[in-house]
């Protein structure tokens, strides 16, 4: 079964991070919230406090096939600052294995230089942070392994997008049925 982490920090964006996890979980995939404050409780951009499944310096991520980084401030600039994940984004890539990111955690990748020369989205107004990437006006990119999306507004087709990647297109199509979203696909 897959098994993707979504990591989360103080000042995440709930939505983004909590679509794509209610979603996952909806097509059966395994999706484990990774806080990288060093503490279970994580609060959100609004106020919205989480409690996570592990937290980062306790895991190991040899089983992952996925990483998912929610946007939100503090929460991306918490994400960018952290140097375990920075080493894991590397290893992912190095690799070729799927990380995804949404509204302004997509800058995140383009400063590690995971963006050069690929098509990429990211929140509107942050197009100047994301440094050679071919930016593309779409609330979903996918460009090899990479998936990128705008923001909240986005999150539904983002974790659909997701869903498609490891269960197939009808799939997707199928939760977006279940949660009476019409505008996918």
Do not use: W
């Not at 929610?70 to 929460?75: A, I, S, T």
């Not at 107004?125 to 999306?149: K, L, Y």
């Amino acid at each position: 079964m897959a098994k993707v982490y979504i990591f989360m920090a103080d000042g995440f964006e709930e939505v983004e991070g909590l679509t794509v996890v209610d979603l996952l979980r909806r097509a059966g995939i395994d999706i484990v919230m990774v806080s990288i404050m060093g503490k279970k409780n994580v609060t959100g951009a609004h106020n919205i406090t989480i409690e996570v499944d592990g937290i980062f310096e306790e895991m190991d991520f040899a089983d992952g096939e996925m990483l998912v980084l929610p946007g939100g401030m503090p929460g991306t600039t918490n994400l960018m600052k952290h140097q375990g994940l920075d080493k894991l984004l590397r290893d992912f890539d190095n690799k070729k294995k799927p990380i995804a990111a949404i509204c302004a955690a997509p800058t995140i990748l383009a400063n590690k230089g995971m963006l050069k020369g690929r098509d990429a989205t990211c929140y509107e107004g942050m197009e100047d942070e994301m440094s050679h990437a071919n930016i593309v006006d779409a609330p979903v990119v996918v460009d090899g392994h990479i998936t990128t999306s705008k923001g909240v507004g986005t999150a539904i087709d983002f974790a659909l997008s997701l869903i498609s990647k490891f269960k197939g297109e009808d799939e997707a199509k199928r939760i977006g049925a279940q949660i009476l979203y019409k505008n996918y696909n």
